[in-house]
């Protein structure tokens, strides 16, 4: 399996950086995780044919986690696309559904179904992603009871096996209390750079000997903040690295 970093960028826009998005590549499929701005230019760089990819699965609705995935979209039916796209949410499958129709992405105009469904930790077991439940959203807690809102706040970290490497995705965490438990059972870890504090991750990279790919942040600040620790096996993750899994 050969997992992709395809962007970068933490929740503002960067010049020439992508938003979160990940390319997961095994025997029988491509699929993304995470669809952010500036995914499909990626893809197309990358010259992935209209029917190349099989699913996307988007690990929270935060807008520099999703918000490509409507271009991506809207790309595919105008090159004609023909086979089905399966997009997995972890929450609000009827909502993003009435949204697209705002955005006028209705099924009968398009030449491919797009086929929203709800995931959960043993959707994906078969392909060898875990994913597992993390703490990001929960500071919206009192927002949404007080505004009566639908949101589920949830958000997901996930495990990817590989016939060579286990990853640990930790995707957008509050802290690094979410994903530790798990730690010792990967051996490369792609972590978000800004939720977590520095010395937390300074500290998993001391106490765990796991490659590390240090992400979702600006670089020269990330760049800053970790320069005595960045070595053969802790990078700060570049737009188009691959790691084989």
Do not use: W
Not at 22 to 29: G, I, K
Not at 32 to 54: F, P, S, Y
Not at 106 to 129: H, M, V
Not at 178 to 186: S, V
Request: proline residues 2%; aromatic residues 10%.
């Amino acid at each position: 399996m050969k997992f992709t970093i395809l962007g970068t960028a933490p929740g503002k826009s960067l010049i020439g950086k992508s938003h979160t998005a990940y390319l997961l590549e095994d025997s029988n499929s491509k699929f993304l995780i995470d669809c952010g701005e500036g995914t499909t230019q990626k893809l197309l760089a990358r010259n992935l044919d209209k029917d190349d990819l099989d699913f996307v699965i988007i690990t929270h609705l935060h807008p520099d986690h999703v918000t490509g995935l409507f271009i991506l979209l809207q790309t595919l039916y105008l090159n004609k696309r023909s086979k089905d796209l399966l997009v997995f949410l972890p929450e609000s499958v009827e909502n993003f559904k009435h949204f697209m129709e705002t955005l006028y992405i209705f099924k009968e105009r398009f030449s491919y179904r797009i086929i929203i469904q709800q995931y959960n930790e043993n959707t994906f077991c078969e392909k060898g992603i875990y994913p597992f439940r993390n703490t990001h959203l929960l500071g919206y807690k009192d927002l949404v009871r007080a505004g009566g809102a639908q949101n589920r706040l949830l958000s997901y970290s996930m495990i990817i096996k590989g016939k060579k490497k286990t990853l640990l995705l930790s995707s957008d965490i509050r802290g690094i209390g979410d994903i530790k438990e798990n730690l010792t059972k990967c051996h490369v870890l792609v972590i978000d750079g800004i939720h977590p504090s520095e010395q937390a991750i300074k500290d998993i990279i001391k106490d765990y000997k796991i490659e590390v790919y240090i992400t979702h942040g600006e670089y020269e600040i990330l760049q800053k903040k970790f320069a005595d620790q960045i070595q053969e096996d802790v990078k700060l993750a570049e737009e188009n690295d691959e790691i084989i899994l």
